[in-house]
């Protein structure tokens, strides 16, 4: 079985301003240190995904392929820095539908149980509101709190040392 961390995307890797989606990669801004953070993760032996709401795609603000489009340009920045992401899984829902998949459902986590062999209890999420401890009790991961320029980073020296 395989140790993973689980990242929120907004707030986590890149900055969160409420109530403006991301909706073009010119809009993304890596926080500080995410890139470097997320490298030492994945050199660590940890597999590490990303999981994220999207309801800006069920709002008509944001496509599919236009989400693809920010996460490939986001993929390929941390993967020049040293890091890689096993697999990006996301939801594109908004809050009112109900949906299994969006945070904090596990829907997300259960489609990565199903894919990876993950030993849940020794593997994290990394969430920015406290509202995310609820899906990674759920799901029996280590919960982190992380957001804002270096959080990620503080994060890593966190799980690494628990390691």
Not at 5 to 34: H, P, Q
Not at 85 to 113: M, Q, S, V, W
Not at 119 to 144: C, H, N, T
Request: aromatic share 10%; glycine share 10%.
């Amino acid at each position: 079985m395989a140790k993973a961390v689980f990242l929120d995307r907004d707030g986590v890797i890149n900055r969160l301003s409420m109530g403006n989606y991301i909706t073009t990669w010119d809009r993304f801004e890596f926080l500080k240190g995410a890139k470097e953070a997320i490298a030492r993760l994945s050199n660590s032996g940890y597999l590490v995904f990303i999981v994220t709401n999207q309801s800006a795609i069920n709002r008509g603000l944001l496509t599919e392929a236009g989400l693809e489009v920010i996460h490939n340009n986001m993929l390929c920045e941390i993967e020049e820095a040293g890091g890689h992401i096993e697999k990006i899984y996301h939801c594109p829902h908004r809050p009112d539908e109900g949906c299994k998949c969006r945070k904090p459902e596990t829907g997300l986590f259960d489609l990565a149980n199903a894919e990876y062999d993950i030993d849940y209890p020794d593997s994290w999420f990394v969430g920015d509101f406290e509202s995310d401890r609820e899906v990674a009790r759920r799901m029996g991961l280590k919960f982190i709190l992380a957001s804002g320029d270096g959080g990620l980073e503080r994060a890593v020296e966190a799980i690494l040392a628990n390691d």
